[in-house]
């Protein structure tokens, strides 16, 4: 088997700040019911923290896989407002994103910071989904490989390769996420083949020919297949497309060149 054919392809739904706790239940069921019969895909949603339960209970003994949008790095403490791996952990989360550019922009996250989230959470057993990618003024500035590699050599430090193979890294370059802009698939597959190249220098060949790098950034029914079809592309992290549940399963349902 070659090494993209032993990535399964990820998709995953981050629902950002949207819903309430019925329509979160309603939207988590409705996507369990579409994949109940999958396989050969990953499927996982990031529900806003207050429904992570309600919805980890309705998709119980489905394949859906729930993971949280953020996490702090101490495990508990003074931090009026936050929320640790071992509380996302308690509530059934075993995922989690790190380092999405709406918190770097909004919440001044750094890569340091990333970096301590994600040994926090693999230290509690939960997988981390590290985000990276360009804002407009860096593409256009032809700075695109060096904020990746300085995101992924700064966010990974201190990671074993083993730590690092237990990891998803998801390309979001800025000026695509929610915009409607999508990065080309040859845009998207020269990014990833890119990050690819920098694990490999920080974990070792057989660790960046296994992990899975997902694109995310406007992704929709309409460009998920072509985004798919390549070559590094192993998954997709969806925003908007993942709040209603037949756009979010036409996205899971991708088709592949080969299926
Ligand atoms: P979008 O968001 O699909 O709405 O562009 C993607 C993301 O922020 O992960």
């Known amino acids: 088997m070659t090494a993209a054919a032993s990535r399964i392809p990820f998709l995953a739904g981050n629902w950002k700040m949207h819903k309430d706790r019925a329509s979160a239940v309603q939207l988590a069921r409705a ?12 499927v996982a949603i990031f529900p806003p923290y207050p429904f992570i339960e309600a919805v980890a209970h309705a998709v119980n003994g ?21 929320v640790s791996a071992p509380m996302i952990a308690s509530v059934g989360a075993t995922l989690c994103l790190v380092g999405h550019s709406e918190r770097r922009q ?19 057993g939960i997988l981390p989904i590290y985000c990276v990618g360009e804002t407009l003024a860096e593409r256009d500035a032809i700075r695109t490989f060096d904020v990746l590699e300085t995101q992924l050599v700064e966010g990974l430090a ?4 083993a730590e690092v193979g237990r990891l998803v890294v998801a390309y979001e370059p800025v000026w695509a996420i929610g915009t409607g802009r999508v990065a080309t698939p040859e845009q998207a597959q020269e990014a990833h083949a ?36 390549c070559e590094d592309v192993d998954g997709a992290l969806v925003g908007g497309a993942s709040l209603l549940a037949a756009d979010f399963l036409r996205i899971v349902r991708f088709e592949s060149r080969g299926s």
């Not at 909004?106 to 890569?111: K, P, S």
């Not at 201190?158 to 390769?161: A, G, I, N, V």
């Not at 920098?198 to 029914?221: E, F, H, L, N, P």
């Open 31 to 42: 996507i369990a019911e579409g994949v109940r019969d999958i396989s050969g895909r990953e």
């Open 62 to 82: 489905t394949p859906v896989e729930i993971g949280a949008q953020e996490c702090r790095a101490e495990d508990s403490g003074a931090f009026t407002g936050d």
């Open 106 to 124: 909004y919440h001044a996250e750094t890569n340091e910071g990333c970096n301590r989230k994600i040994l926090s959470l693999l230290s509690h």
């Open 158 to 161: 201190r990671l074993s390769p």
């Open 194 to 229: 890119f990050i690819r190249t920098v694990v490999a220098r920080i974990a070792g060949a057989d660790i960046s020919g296994r992990i899975r790098i997902q694109y995310g950034g406007s992704v929709k029914a309409e460009n998920v297949d072509e985004l798919m079809a």
